[in-house]
């Protein structure tokens, strides 16, 4: 068995798919993936957004982002099925270094940007 890596999939749809063309279109391309031995490990549909420019006179688009483990032999077939669907406006695959993370998202806020002491904002005020 050959050595899989962890990729990330965001592709748009094009905006006159409903919820449920949607939902067609991530199977299939699902099903993409599976073919090509390779398995989802999840999908988060991030829902419909504006564009920053048009694509293909479209402004506006549904993202979807799908973390899957593939084979580096199967990235072009799925490149390819992705390109010649009609359905996809644009698509970015990407491998990720580290193994995916669950999806479940970490509960801690970040922390807070903090001031520099006086000493510090004084010292430099004063030598320049």
Same mark, same amino acid.
């Given at each position: 068995?050959?050595?899989?890596?962890?990729? $990330?999939?965001?592709?748009?749809?094009?905006?006159?798919?409903? %919820? #449920?063309?949607?939902? %067609?279109?991530?199977?299939? =391309?699902?099903?993409?993936? $599976?073919?090509?031995?390779?398995?989802?490990?999840?999908?988060? @549909?991030?829902?419909?957004?504006?564009?920053?420019?048009?694509?293909?006179?479209?402004? #506006?688009?549904?993202?979807?982002?799908?973390?899957?483990? *593939?084979?580096?032999?199967?990235?072009?077939?799925?490149?390819? $099925?992705?390109? /010649?669907?009609?359905? =996809?406006?644009?698509? *970015?695959?990407?491998?990720? #270094?580290?193994?995916? @993370?669950?999806?479940?998202?970490?509960?801690?806020?970040?922390?807070?940007?903090?001031? /520099?002491?006086? %000493?510090?904002? $004084?010292?430099?005020?004063? #030598?320049?």
């Amino acid at each position: 068995m050959t050595k899989r890596n962890d990729y $990330e999939l965001i592709f748009i749809a094009h905006p006159d798919l409903d %919820e #449920e063309g949607v939902a %067609e279109l991530v199977a299939k =391309v699902s099903g993409w993936i $599976e073919a090509a031995d390779g398995q989802v490990i999840q999908t988060i @549909p991030w829902g419909r957004r504006r564009l920053a420019y048009p694509i293909r006179k479209q402004t #506006e688009g549904s993202y979807v982002l799908l973390r899957a483990s *593939l084979t580096p032999a199967s990235i072009g077939k799925l490149e390819r $099925e992705l390109k /010649l669907s009609e359905s =996809v406006l644009r698509y *970015l695959l990407v491998r990720t #270094e580290e193994p995916l @993370p669950a999806a479940k998202r970490p509960t801690t806020p970040r922390p807070a940007a903090t001031r /520099l002491p006086a %000493e510090y904002s $004084e010292a430099g005020a004063q #030598e320049g």
